[in-house]
């Protein structure tokens, strides 16, 4: 069972930054996909980002493509996700999730590849 906690939301204006942190830990297997999604009312939940727990296979949606960077620290065994110039419509509660490692391989990135999930850590923006 691989444990999954988020860190890191809060409120900006709109053109701020926020970073959001993802421990995982437990688990079988030394290496999963890791993936930030979001989510607000009423809608389903998307992906924003992923990444190979190894590092690489980086995939973002393309709507925070050039604003939004997910990394590995391997130091903390942390994932983070640095949102710069955060726009009201990226205001929802963001998740973090880890999944199979080959999911990181496919090309669609979809919410059904991730099987733990964290509580999430609500991004507000105002305009």
């Known amino acids: 069972q691989v444990q999954v906690v988020e860190s890191g939301g809060g409120s900006v204006q709109a053109g701020g930054s926020l970073r959001l942190s993802c421990a995982a830990s437990?688990?079988?297997?030394?290496?999963?996909?890791m993936g930030w999604f979001r989510q607000t009312l009423g809608k389903e939940r998307e992906g924003v980002a992923r990444?190979?727990?190894?590092?690489?296979?980086?995939y973002y949606v393309d709507s925070v493509k050039g604003r939004f960077t997910i990394s590995l620290d391997n130091r903390t065994n942390t994932v983070n996700l640095q949102m710069n110039n955060l726009q009201p419509e990226d205001s929802a509660m963001y998740y973090c999730?880890?999944?199979?490692?080959?999911?990181?391989?496919?090309?669609?990135?979809?919410?059904?590849?991730?099987?733990?999930w964290g509580q999430g850590t609500q991004v507000s923006v105002s305009s």
């Open positions: 999730a880890a999944g199979d490692a080959f999911r990181c391989f496919y090309t669609n990135f979809k919410v059904d590849y991730f099987e733990y």
């Open positions: 990444i190979y727990s190894e590092g690489g296979q980086i």
């Open positions: 437990g688990g079988a297997y030394p290496t999963y996909c």
